[in-house]
């Protein structure tokens, strides 16, 4: 049986950057069969709902999900279940993919583009696992309201003990995997559900993190550390907010965000989500200059953490490199590619 | 009538910094009075709590209040009323100093010590006004319980309207003494708190924003950007939890986190919090060797926003410029002299 890839392009540059992930997909994994779906803003103004619950099933029902990106001053301003962001968290929600991998990696041919300096960051390869389906993203209750006649807005930072447990689980597997280290990071001096988030992760750790390297940060701290020496890190473990800001800032150091992709796992054998770390760049769309390499690389993490096809991963990666080694850039790198052009030289690097 | 600055020294480092902030103190402002009290695990040593009522009642007393740091090693653990930190948020709190401002700026003689490239941050020159006295540190409910079998932990992140609107005022005010820009930050997109946050500070903004130019950004894409390009900005005005982590991020652009200093102000008319950005630094703790440019720093802004003494301010801060001119450097910024000795090189720059 075929395996299936459902690509949903989403807004923006969205649509751009995943006609070039499925290009080369058809030359590294040809037999993938690949179908279509829209979500954000294009599913809203199909049908007035940023995922269908028929998109959700077909994406339950395929062996992994490339999304481009969802958003645009279109739909800002519009009720909060009718924006496309809701598309998206609807999504993760729906498949559980609870572990957000954000690799922030330099490669060699663009240390340069960093605003930092070459020694910061030069050979860093850190890997952010970010908990994604649960937190204040989600927590209840939650809303806008007036309370004795002072209006306030309101929402609760929740985490439990399944949720912390199994998003370290999959930390401590990625550590080993790489150097050992783990990094948890929240504010457990101000925050209970950060001194539970810590308590639980140590707990986890004392089960199931054997040959692994567990230390605790504060998020402020771990801010400040990002900038001065983030070669430090090996694996960061962060809750749901806290990793969102923190690969954030970890995928700039790399100076070239157009360049991050990042992978979404639920339990083993239910399908991944793979995105770019970046957005939907409205300000770029439809130029076909946006870069493609994060949608690729995107496409390089579900061949390997969803489809099982590792050599064809490999490949594809070493590509990448070999075509910024040859010089090959897009405008937001210094260079003047089009986005196919970008993918071109990609494919001819294979 | 004498003015009155209330010296708390606290753990770590800040005894040994507040001194020296207190030695040049005596020679800018020689007719203020100077007083000691306790604070964090110094206080718990003492009486049992991170801040007595009585050391409370004579901060309300107080003109200013100079911070050291609190915190260490030997109170991690503890319950939470007993933590250092705890007499830090209550001393906070207490003083209803509402409006955290951090300014991140490089001194031309230091921007070498930063990770970022030269261009990136030399002459940067940026203010956070951070909310200190709300959200999701103060929120209700809270706690670490069982719930239907699972436990879990949680807090509240809540904004009230005046909160908001208050602390978006001294933005504004802030903003009018510089380039006239305030660039608010929240995470709208996904939180009910920031969706409030963000239509507050606009309607603010349009009450009493006049000549200033306000913007909007997400947590993530601000913690990008400052890695990115930082001198785009002039004013940051952020919650407590994103002021908190944004504020580190941005203080170690300057490459040197020894030099920062911050104010907390309450109501006009109440006594302003002075603290370095620095922790209590338990490792050099006792050895003498720590930087007191940020406690000094933190008086430089005691005179300024609470004493009524820009003059002597002015005279500080460039004094502090010139030792670092004539190459005066402790060892966080590569040099030798020790605490008392910057402490020295200052006072001589007078
Ligand atoms: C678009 C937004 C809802 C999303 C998030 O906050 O998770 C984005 O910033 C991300 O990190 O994927
Ligand atoms: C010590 C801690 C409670 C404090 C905070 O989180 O506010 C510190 O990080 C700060 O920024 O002053």
Same mark, same amino acid.
């Given at each position: ?8 392009? &989403? ?25 279509? &779906? ?25 062996? /992994? $999900?490339?999304?481009?990106?969802? !958003? ?24 559980? $993919? ?12 663009? $240390? ?54 199994? $998003? ?94 990042? /992978? ?21 769309? !439809?130029?076909?200059? /946006? ?16 489809? &099982? ?9 070493? /590509? ?31």
């Amino acid at each position: 049986m075929h395996q299936t890839l459902l690509l949903l392009p &989403g807004d923006g540059i969205g649509p751009e950057v995943t006609a070039e992930a499925r290009r080369v997909a058809e030359v590294v994994a040809p037999d993938l069969k690949m179908e279509e &779906g829209l979500v954000g803003g294009a599913s809203i103004d199909a049908h007035g709902d940023p995922l269908t619950e028929e998109t959700l099933e077909r994406a339950r029902q395929a062996n /992994a $999900v490339l999304l481009g990106a969802v !958003g645009g001053p279109k739909w800002v301003g519009s009720a909060r279940d009718k924006r496309p962001e809701a598309g998206l968290l609807a999504l993760r929600k729906g498949l559980d $993919v609870f572990a957000n991998l954000r690799p922030a990696f330099c490669f060699p041919a663009l $240390v340069e583009a960093s605003s930092l300096k070459h020694d910061v960051v030069a050979g860093l390869d850190l890997m952010i696992v970010r908990e994604l389906t649960g937190g204040v993203y989600f927590g209840q209750p939650r809303g806008i309201d007036e309370t004795s006649g002072i209006r306030r807005g309101y929402d609760t930072s929740v985490y439990t003990h399944p949720e912390i447990e199994r $998003v370290a689980h999959v930390a401590f597997e990625i550590a080993r995997g790489r150097q050992g280290r783990v990094c948890s990071v929240e504010k457990s001096n101000v925050m209970e559900s950060g001194l539970f988030w810590r308590q639980e992760v140590t707990l986890a750790h004392a089960e199931m993190g054997a040959g692994v390297d567990l230390s605790h940060m504060y998020a402020d701290a771990c801010a400040m550390e990002l900038v001065r020496a983030p070669k430090q890190f090996d694996v960061i473990l962060a809750g749901n907010l806290f990793g969102d800001i923190l690969s954030d800032e970890a995928a700039m150091l790399t100076g070239s965000i157009g360049m991050l992709p990042s /992978a979404s796992l639920g339990a083993p054998g239910t399908p991944g989500l793979y995105e770019p770390v970046h957005g939907s760049a409205p300000d770029i769309a !439809g130029q076909g200059v /946006a870069n493609p390499c994060a949608a690729i690389l995107s496409l390089e993490m579900a061949l390997r953490w969803s489809l &099982g096809r590792e050599k064809a991963a490999d490949m594809l990666f070493a /590509a990448v490199g070999k075509a910024l080694d040859q010089g090959a850039r897009t405008k937001d790198l210094g260079g003047s590619l089009s986005t196919s052009e970008m993918a071109d030289a990609i494919i001819a690097a294979l």
